[in-house]
């Protein structure tokens, strides 16, 4: 069974910190995706790394990509109260459309 | 980004009564999928559907659950007889390459 873990599971800073979170397995995914998700509402996509230890930027935000394509880091540079939600990592588990979550990461930043 | 729209926001049933959700794909597309999100819990997958045939569904979509595509633009999603343990917010989604464009969801509370 291919399982995704996130850590850490909360993670609470103050305004213009810098923190990273992981996502981590045992098993290899053809790519993984980082979504972001706010109370009530459903998954925003933000990235999909496919290529092994490739890097992705998103304004303050950097994707990484393990080598063996088995794990992923979020990066977030100089935290701002807007970065505030659920960070959630998910990979391909079988077929189109089936996708495997990990539990997320809370984020709260302090202003 | 592609938006994927979901009815009713937030439903309310009694505990053995059928609930039917409702989703409005984004335009074109033969695929889409449903999961589910327990308070506190996982993004889970429930099934794919493509052209009109379920394409894979997990353990948890048995035979109380059924998906279909009654017109040209909408897809339900239909619990027959609801239990506690359905209480959930309900996501469609379309692919996004290999990832997913997600609804803002149906909040479902059995009673």
């Known amino acids: 069974t291919q399982l995704l873990e996130q850590s850490p599971q909360f993670l609470s800073i103050q305004e213009g910190e810098n923190l990273t979170v992981y996502c981590n397995s045992s098993s290899v995914f053809s790519s993984l995706q980082w979504y972001r998700q706010e109370p009530g509402e459903g998954p925003v996509l933000l990235v999909t790394v496919v290529t092994g230890g490739e890097v992705k930027k998103l304004k303050r935000l950097t994707f990484q990509f393990g080598d063996a394509r088995k794990d992923s880091s979020l990066h977030i540079t100089a935290a701002q109260p807007g970065d505030t939600g659920l960070y959630l990592c998910?990979?391909?588990?079988?077929?189109?459309?089936?996708?495997?979550f990990g539990k997320g990461t809370k984020l709260s930043v302090k202003p | 980004e592609p938006e994927v729209t979901q009815t009713p926001s937030h439903q309310v049933t009694q505990m053995g009564q059928e609930v039917i959700l409702r989703c409005v794909p984004i335009s074109n597309h033969l695929y889409f999928y449903w999961y589910r999100q327990i308070l506190g819990q996982k993004v889970e997958f429930l099934v794919s559907f493509y052209n009109n045939e379920i394409s894979e569904k997990s353990e948890i979509f048995d035979d109380q659950f059924s998906v279909e595509r009654p017109d040209g633009s909408n897809f339900t999603l239909k619990i027959r007889s609801t239990k506690l343990e359905d209480s959930a917010m309900y996501f469609c989604a379309n692919p996004g390459g290999a990832a997913a464009f997600f609804g803002q969801g149906t909040r479902l509370t059995v009673v």
């Open positions: 998910a990979g391909a588990g079988g077929s189109q459309g089936n996708l495997i």
